[in-house]
Structures are given as C-alpha cells and as structure tokens.
C-alpha cells in the first residue's frame, strides 16, 4: 500500500511539472520511456506538446513504424526530424564519445525546431536509474538544458513501466531498446551498412521466437545476445543452425552466441573504469 502511494504521488509530481512547463517538445525514440513521457506530457498539455523522433540509420525502421504507430493511436502530436549524426566524423569513429555526438545533433536540432515553433522547453525520457549508468548522452542533455522530467520525479524504470501498464500503454512490456550504433564495437566507424547488417540480423532472429536480442557488431564476427530465459531454447544444434543461417544472411561471416546471454551495454566491458567516469566538462561543454 505505501509502495502504491509513493507511485500515486510521483505519477502526480509528474504531471504538475510537466503542466507547469507551458509547451514541451519531448525527444522520443518510441522506448517505454520516452513514450510514457510523450504519453504523460499530451495528458498534462494536451496539443501545447509534440513528440519528435529522431529518423535516421541507427534507428530500425519497425522501431520508427511502431513508434508513429504508438502515438497515433493515442492521439499524442509527433513529428519526424532528419537527423545528422552520421556525417560528423567524432560520431563516425564510434569512440567512448559517440553518445555525446549523437545526443548533440539531436538535441541541437530539437533547439531549432522548438525555436521555430515557438515551444518553451525541450525534455527527454531520462529516468532514476539512469544517472547511475554510463550515458554521455546525458551530458550533452545537461550541456544544452534539456529538461528530463521523469527522473526530477524520482521515478526508476520499474516504475514508469507500472504507470504505463496502470494506463493501459501497449509499451509497458516493451523489451528494452537501443540506437543500432550501440551494437557496433568502439573503434569500428559506425557506416549505414554496417548498421543495416545489424538491423537485417536481429529481425531474422526476431523472426525465430527472440524478442529480446542483440547482434553485436566485431566486423566479420556476430555476437549474438538473447535473453536468459531463451538460452535453453537457443542451445540445441537445429536452433543453433537456424540463428547461424539468420546472422549469416545479414553478411556476417562468423556467428557466435553469447553465453551470458543479453545485458544493457556489453560492449562497455571493454572500457576502462576511467573512460566509464567520462571526461571532465571543457569549457565548451558548460551548459549554455
């Protein structure tokens, strides 16, 4: 009962500040939390909201579909912005910083758009438990004052996924999601084919019954992720057969499954804990 009214009054805190903003552009991927987010601002503001996507490679085309498809049904404002990311070099090179990149370009053409329209804020579906996680994302957020109104609620993932499910969202089971460029190893330039193999993989295994997978991008070789609960599944030699064919489709030359089986930023575990803490704020970086 205590956990209940704790949600109760965050869901409220929620909407009084997303009421108070006057007019919001939320920065939306289609994720369970970005569209709860576009989902509560349109409750709190009706048409003074719009919901903009961001359609460019890293993005998979049914997550873009599914996405428009979300907020169309729900009547929620949205719009599609074409995005630049992949022709700035910083982002190509796929370093430690390529979040920042990307997120800049976002966020900056996101500023130009709600300065177009005339909109008062821009916000973004950062939650609790991702100020503990390595996201340079967020700092490109801070750096141009993007509002990031679930997380000042104090509401962590579990949580945005209970209100979603309270409010009847198709999203509230929605395996969680991320830009195609995340699966491809630092180092590795980050090109539209390489991105498209990625894609191409991860809908054949879809296809096969793995909701939940990533096909981790090491050049001629897959590292192919799934849920725990799949692995037994997954580990007979017809199954085994069937994701080797599906990856190999895609142009990967070798497939091999990872035992651990999928979590949130693996290729991370390649980094150094002083590349995990980020860099120190340059002065070009403070917020503007």
């Known amino acids: ?116 329209l005339g909109f008062q804020h821009l916000a973004y579906g950062m939650n609790l438990d991702d100020r503990g996680e390595f996201r340079p994302g967020q700092r490109a957020a801070e750096t ?41 190893e630092y180092g590795r330039r980050v090109t539209p084919e390489n991105l498209a193999q990625v894609e191409q993989a991860e809908e054949a295994l879809h296809a096969l019954g793995f909701p939940q997978v990533r096909v981790r991008h090491h050049g001629q070789l897959a590292r192919v992720e799934i849920a725990r609960e799949d692995l037994p599944r997954a580990l007979s030699l017809v199954v085994l057969d069937e994701m080797t064919t599906a990856v190999r489709g895609a142009g990967f030359l070798y497939v091999t499954l990872d035992m651990q089986g999928y979590r949130s930023g693996s290729m991370n575990d390649v980094l150094p804990v002083s590349a995990l803490a980020g860099p120190r704020k340059t002065r070009a970086e403070k917020p503007l």
């Open 144 to 184: 141009l004052g993007v509002l990031a109104p679930l997380a000042e609620a104090e509401l962590c993932k579990a949580e945005i996924r209970t209100l979603a499910r309270q409010a009847g969202l198709e999203i509230a089971e929605k395996p969680a999601s991320a830009c195609l460029s995340s699966r491809i």
């Open 1 to 116: 009962m205590k956990r209940t009214m704790e949600l109760a009054a965050k869901s409220q805190l929620l909407q009084e500040r997303l009421g108070g903003l006057g007019s919001l552009l939320v920065a939306y991927s289609g994720g369970a939390d970005s569209a709860y987010l576009a989902y509560a601002a349109h409750q709190a503001l009706g048409q003074r909201m719009l919901a903009v996507i961001a359609d460019s490679p890293s993005l998979p085309r049914k997550e873009l579909a599914d996405a428009l498809a979300f907020a169309h049904h729900h009547g929620i404002p949205v719009q599609s912005l074409k995005t630049g990311e992949m022709e700035d070099p910083a982002y190509a090179r796929n370093d430690t910083e390529r979040c920042f990149h990307c997120k800049s370009e976002l966020f900056t053409r996101m500023e130009e758009e709600r300065q177009r």
